[in-house]
């Protein structure tokens, strides 16, 4: 058997690296030259830990290859990028463009599964585009789409761990995908329809965002109220039927902070919780913004000077090193388009940045005036508070003040 996989990323590459370990012949496709020739030196060029050990000399070693062409096989995976347009419509042209270089190659008995995450319908349309091209292979060939859920961090375990939802366009497809999966995972596979399939990664993703909102529009109102947010969700978690996540500085990353577009994009005027999840969390960030130049002003007023800012944390969520999306970076852009200078950047996850200058942690904590914390990361745990020189915006509940 060889397993065919399109996009060699953080998702792909681990997922051709566990297939490989299994002793399955894995052709790895990616239109990187860059991705192709650093997998085939066994040299992985994201970091994911135990990846590069795994490619280099553990047991995948020998049975994945990267190319930038395909081949003929037996299972080919789609695992390309999914972003979302300026219009914040969904972008599945990389999963069009895979797909038409793989249908060259299909043969009776094939399996085609989709991984990308996707809007509904999308499996059904490739699908299409399949028989269109190669109509002789209607009903000769297994498509399904079954999505991925892992955490970064943690991949290789989860990969294999996790439950997985696989959803045919019929199901003879979802059987013969429920077979593949099992050659490597170890979590249960619950077969459902395509459609199905493809709105539950979407649904898991924005539920998150819905609870997320919930939280952060609980620390608008209370900010104005005068309670503290971090204290009453505290409290109201008690109840044994409540569980409010924490407030931060907005949502990001490449799938909470996007995938409930897709739902929203097509079903506009039936998804107005989910939209409005998103505008609460985006509006978040504004807000944070705006919290830090009215502090700005007010620190002005009184001192008649202006004040050296820290803003603290550039990531998208607590220590990793990751800024897609981060509203963290979102709110520093736009405290530093209305003001220059005397502002220090903390990211303690990266060394450099293209466009900010870092400063280390503590060395921002003691010159600044002003601290905002834009994400909880352990190492600002170990700051003291502030004191009375200092003012100290928490809006991610690093001192939960
Ligand atoms: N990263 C995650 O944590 C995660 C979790 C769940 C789901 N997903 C979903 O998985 C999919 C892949 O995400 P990722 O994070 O691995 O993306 P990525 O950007 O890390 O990797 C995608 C790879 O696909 C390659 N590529 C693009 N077009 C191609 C084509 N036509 N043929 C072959 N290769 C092509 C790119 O060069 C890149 O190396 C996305 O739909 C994403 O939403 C990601």
Redesign the pocket.
Known sequence: MTIQI???????LPTAAIIAQHGINVHG????PV?VAAINRGEPH?YEPGLSEVLKEGSAYGFLKASHSPIEADVHLI????PFKSNLEPDIS?VE??TR?VIPFLKNGDVYIL????PIGTTEKMAELIFSLRPELKNKISIAYC??????GN?LYELINNDRVIGGIDDQSTNQVVDFYKTFVKGELHKTNCRTAEMC?LTENSSRDVQIAFANELSLICNKAGINVWELIDLANKHPRVNILQPGSGVGG??IA??PYFIVAAYPNESRLIGTAREINNYKAFWCAEKVENARLQFKLTHGRDPIIAMMGLAFKPNIDDLREAPAKFITQKVMQSINNGILVVEPNIKEHDVFKLTEYKEAYKKADIIAYLVAHEEFKSLPYGGKDKVVLDFCGVFKK
Not at 147 to 152: D, G, I, K, N, W
């Open positions: 399109f996009g060699l990323g953080y998702i792909g496709v990616d239109v990187n991705v994201i695992v390309v990028p999914t990389f463009a895979a270089s991984e990308s995450t996707s999505p991925e859920r892992v955490l970064p991949v990664k490449h799938c996007v995938d």
